[in-house]
């Protein structure tokens, strides 16, 4: 005869599974470990998590060492530029430390008493706006185009990033020159910027720079008028190799 289910396994699995906490999980993975070990390898927002069940991690919170821990571990590119536009300046002072961490650690410990916090907040909140692209406009993009919109992007935000840091500092010097720095890249954005507006078409019409955070020159003008000609000129020589292409893929046999 048939025996049931319920008779050839008798044993039910448990209807609920037993789950640890949130917050006994963080405290679990978090355990005797010094925050300012742990920094470097966690996020901000998990620090944040794991001061609810360890007292040292919610102490350590408040100290400025912690958070300069955070900058150099997540903004080492941005904290890299700036120190690249110092080091410009101040060549032979910067020259007598080679170690690039030591002078990184140097760099942040200039800021004021109490301010790696608020840096910290500032450089999560940095975009590149109004250089965003949504996912539709990114259609009218050719790939080539898509690269150099990617790779001037970033540039910029780490540009950005840099000047956070340097605004932090009070070094005027050197954010004046990473604004000025910022003005190629910004001019290759603002013309595919303009590209994707058209659809595709290139049209040689100023756009209002002021609006892009750039000073009107003839100078300026007349790079930008460059910058949209070799645009031009690429996207007809991608257009042209595509048809080739085509052609070979109909002639192949």
Not at 7 to 21: G, H, M, Y
Not at 237 to 248: A, E, G, K, N, P
Request: contains cysteine; positive net charge.
């Amino acid at each position: 005869f048939w025996l049931k289910p319920q008779q050839r396994f008798p044993f039910k699995p448990p209807t609920k599974v037993r789950r640890c906490s949130t917050l006994a999980a963080m405290s679990f993975l978090v355990g005797p470990a010094p925050p300012m070990v742990l920094a470097p390898f966690l996020a901000a927002e998990d620090l944040q998590a794991s001061a609810a069940v360890s007292c040292a991690a919610r102490d350590s919170l408040n100290k400025d060492l912690l958070w300069r821990l955070l900058l150099a571990a997540h903004y080492k590119p941005a904290l890299r530029q700036l120190l690249v536009v110092i080091k410009a300046e101040q060549s032979q002072c910067a020259a007598a430390v080679d170690d690039e961490d030591v002078q990184l650690d140097q760099l942040l410990a200039e800021l004021p008493e109490g301010s790696a916090r608020q840096v910290y907040s500032r450089l999560t909140t940095t975009s590149c706006q109004p250089f965003i692209l949504h996912p539709r406009a990114r259609l009218v993009l050719e790939i080539h185009e898509l690269r150099d919109w990617n790779k001037h992007q970033q540039k910029l935000l780490l540009h950005l990033q840099a000047e956070c840091v340097a605004r932090a500092l009070h070094d005027e010097g050197a954010v004046q020159r990473l604004r000025e720095s910022m003005g190629p890249d910004t001019l290759e954005l603002i013309a595919l910027q303009a590209l994707v507006a058209r659809g595709g078409k290139v049209d040689v019409q100023m756009p209002n720079f002021s609006e892009q955070g750039i000073d009107w020159s003839p100078q300026v003008e007349q790079t930008f008028k460059q910058i949209l000609v070799r645009r031009a000129e690429q996207r007809r020589s991608w257009l042209r190799q595509q048809r080739d292409f085509l052609l070979q893929d109909l002639n192949w046999q």
